[in-house]
T-cell receptor
């Protein structure tokens, strides 16, 4: 199974809502990632988890709160978002940050988020 | 700012022709990867080339890496309409000490359109 799944596929939320994005993989990968991608732009890294511990936070606003409950799951909790946060949110996983080296990442299909 | 810059930004060809995309980067790397993204979907890993490799093949794909020029190219031979997608290079930056920064940085991407 080389699949990363993400739910929901689409999400519309108001600026006062609280919602969560979910990501799951069963490849035994120990590194998981959240990216944000705006239209016609490349993905931008938000967070990296390595062995269920947050290893990189790319200065993401606190209204985005990641969580890694176990090695297969990654959540992104959303609260008080702004319209400019509307984007495609991609989850990815890789085998590990082996000796600090980046390996192939496997991406989920993404959650398309619209903030009204 | 993005580590990788790709050119052309957009490429339009006929089925059966070859497509070449280029990527330049700025810092030392452990490896360089190419990904494909169909419209509004997740990224699919195509090929990884390590910093000590010069050329790599996978099916109709050929990737070259020139670390002295800090550049890479992706060649798709005998293109098909199904190859229509955005193509991104991504680099795993390496510190002066040789360790990875632990993240991929994506280039701006090339939008490839293959006409039947």
């Amino acid at each position: 199974d080389t699949e990363v799944t993400q739910t929901p596929k689409h999400l519309v939320m108001g600026m006062t809502n609280k919602k969560s994005l979910k990501c799951e993989q069963h490849m035994g990968h120990r590194a998981m990632y959240w990216y944000k991608q705006k239209a016609k732009k490349p993905p931008e890294l938000m967070f990296v988890y390595s062995y269920e511990k947050l290893s990189i936070n790319e200065s993401v606003p606190s209204r985005f709160s990641p969580e890694c409950p176990n090695s297969s799951l990654l959540n992104l909790h959303l609260h008080a978002l702004q319209p400019e946060d509307s984007a495609l949110y991609l989850c990815a996983s890789s085998q590990s940050l082996l000796q600090g080296k980046q390996e192939t990442q496997y991406f989920g299909p993404g959650t398309r988020l619209l903030v009204l | 700012s993005q580590q990788g810059e790709e050119d052309p930004q957009a490429l339009s060809i006929q089925e059966g022709e070859n497509a070449t995309m280029n990527c330049s980067y700025k810092t030392s790397i452990n490896n360089l990867q190419w990904y494909r993204q169909n419209s509004g979907r997740g990224l699919v890993h195509l090929i990884l080339i390590r910093s000590n490799e010069r050329e790599k093949h996978s099916g109709r794909l050929r990737v070259t890496l020139d670390t002295s020029k800090k550049s890479s190219s992706l060649l798709i031979t005998a293109s098909r309409a199904a190859d229509t997608a955005s193509y991104f290079c991504a680099t795993d930056g390496r510190s002066a000490g040789g360790t990875s920064y632990g993240k991929l940085t994506f280039g701006q991407g090339t939008i490839l359109t293959v006409h039947p």
